[in-house]
T-cell receptor
Framework: GNSVTQMEGPVTLSEEAFLTINCTYT??????LFWYVQYPGEGLQLLLK?????DKGSNKGFEATYRKETTSFHLEKGSVQVSDSAVYFC??????????FGGGTRLMVKP | GAVVSQHPSRVICKSGTSVKIECRSL??????MFWYRQFPKQSLMLMAT?????????EQGVEKDKFLINHASLTLSTLTVTSAHPEDSSFYIC??????????FGSGTRLTVV
């Protein structure tokens, strides 16, 4: 079946530091990959996505590249801000079916 | 973009009562909606898939008689927590899939049963 594994948090960084949150997946076929962000007390917002191998999703300074050879979709940002503090979820969808989520990674950015 | 409205955002109810949570797709039609439950500091657990005009599909271990799902129209799905108990306290999130925008999530409902 499908599964998503992402690094456990919390990840604590200083403002302007470089961010990497690792995500690997197991799936049959060619899934679409997503990163969602959840701010405290809110639902999930789509941050970025990639639908095929070597695609790079990007949004708000965040990037992730669909690496089929390593079955990974690591999230990166060159310079984090306090406002980026949130929980980040990696997810996949296979053939338009429901989303499978990773466990979430809490990011805390200190000024 | 696609917008999903969920309410109430917070609800407190007494043990033994029932609570209804609504999930609406505002600018698109959603034949399928999804209901998730999220425990503190944990990931989302899919409870059920709500299908317009037919019965919901529940995930293993989810009590269908306790968590009643109705998807009576293409823009509205409801989750009713019946005879609520403190252990049902949680954060419930709905999601709908729109062809162009993919999955869109509601803002969640914080249920507290006292």
């Amino acid at each position: 079946g499908n599964s998503v594994t992402q690094m456990e948090g919390p990840v604590t960084l200083s403002e302007e530091a470089f961010l990497t949150i690792n995500c690997t997946y197991t799936a049959t076929g060619y899934p679409s990959l997503f990163w969602y962000v959840q701010y405290p007390g809110e639902g999930l917002q789509l941050l970025l996505k990639a639908t095929k191998a070597d695609d790079k999703g990007s949004n708000k300074g965040f990037e992730a590249t669909y690496r089929k050879e390593t079955t990974s979709f690591h999230l990166e940002k060159g310079s984090v801000q306090v406002s980026d503090s949130a929980v980040y979820f990696c997810a996949l969808s296979n053939a338009g079916n429901m989303l499978t989520f990773g466990g979430g990674t809490r990011l805390m950015v200190k000024p | 973009g696609a917008v999903v409205s969920q309410h109430p955002s917070r609800v407190i109810c007494k043990s033994g009562t029932s609570v209804k949570i609504e999930c609406r797709s505002l600018d698109f039609q959603a034949t399928t909606m999804f209901w998730y439950r999220q425990f503190p500091k944990q990931s989302l657990m899919l409870m059920a898939t709500s299908n317009e005009g037919s019965k919901a599909t529940y995930e293993q271990g989810v009590e269908k008689d306790k968590f009643l799902i109705n998807h009576a129209s293409l823009t509205l799905s409801t989750l009713t927590v019946t005879s609520a108990h403190p252990e049902d306290s949680s954060f419930y999130i709905c999601s709908a899939r729109e062809n162009n925008y993919g999955y869109t999530f509601g803002s969640g409902t914080r249920l507290t049963v006292v």
